[in-house]
């Protein structure tokens, strides 16, 4: 096979001889390489042409330049089209019309993390400090299961509470899933508290904690919970040991159950938080979901009076809310039926949920019942249904399907 030489194309025929090159000034690169694409696909209708004795090198010029002149339009119509959406853009600016509430210019708002051992007060301390129950609570340890904010509003500061669960040595796939729960809170707050109840003494899983929070490059302030429990002395020996245990930017004695110091401990977590705008609308105490609420008032009506191993075992999930059909006459919104699945691991535990005859189910439901309707502003038929799962804490899956 040959393959021609430099020379021998340049002695070939021009690619370009016919074209009409004075059309092509004024136009851009772009609008160059169109037209010769357009002459390139036209190339074989063009050699018909000139071997016909009959064509009209006029005819082509025109034709030529007609294709040229709708290239130019085409591109002045692209252009209009790019300006009047750029245009439409601004106009539609998500942000257009919105009025950022006023705050003081002093105004701070941050993140809080509260940490400590199982079964410390960090949910009863979220609740005082909020104001009202956003967090459940149970004298059973690891009764927290996942992160939950709770949010305190002042004219001057928003502090927004991420109670966690215990950090403990964990057992379970469930307990290591705790943990990294709490890693994950500490890695995201401007601030870290960390609970430790004054009628305990300090043990080795305090000493673990603190010694985790060494490594955490934020402002920690250790917090004695549960000081109503307990005499002036041994309160004061307590705060004497929490001293000992690491550095600190504040110690605050507190009682969440009696209400004492709590506004001493919201002021010093806002001298401790950034300059900054409201993250939370004033209205908002919390950004739980309303499933994940309803499933955590249902267990913590579960927890009360079951056995020590239990409240590891159980979990609850809303399946699904259904509105009724408003019966024929009917004032006021009709009843909401709400489908809750409570998981166990074994059936002997099953057996303890439900009880007698059902009564104890009975009693949850009632219980749950009154914290839901309050929560959703209205009347509900709370379905609960008690399923086992054999090690449900140990599954991946059945973990991913518990939301952990």
Known sequence: MHFPSDDELMAGPNALEGFDLEGLEGLSEEEVEAALVLDAERGDDVDAELGDENFDEDALASQTEAELADL?????????????????????????????????EDFRAGFVSI???????????????????????????????HNIRGIVHRPNAQVVLVDTPGYHRPRTLLGKRLNDMVREALAEVDCVVFCLPADQKIGPGDRFIARELRDVRRTIIAVATKCDLVSRERLMRHLIDI????????????SAMAGERIDMLTDVLIDHLPPSPPLYPSDDVTDESRDTLIAEFIREAALEGVREELPHSLAVQVEEIIEREP??????????????????????????????????????????????EQLLGRRIYLDLHVRTAKDWQSDPKMLGRLGF
């Open 327 to 372: 019966r024929p006459g009917q004032k006021g919104k009709p009843l909401l039926d709400v489908h809750v699945n409570v998981y166990v691991e074994r059936d002997s535990q099953k057996a303890i949920i439900i009880g007698k005859g059902g009564s104890r189910l009975k009693e949850i439901g009632t219980k749950a019942r009154a914290e839901i």
């Open 72 to 104: 130019r339009a085409l591109r002045a119509e692209a252009a209009e089209y790019v300006e009047a959406k750029a245009s439409a853009h601004d106009d539609t600016n998500a942000g257009t019309g919105l009025v950022m509430p006023e705050f003081p």
């Open 243 to 254: 001293d000992k245990l690491g550095e600190w930017a504040a110690i605050v004695p507190v």
């Open 115 to 145: 940490v400590g051992r199982p079964n410390v007060g960090k949910s009863t301390l979220t609740n005082a400090l909020v104001g009202q129950k956003v967090a459940i609570t149970s004298g059973r340890p690891e009764t927290t299961r």
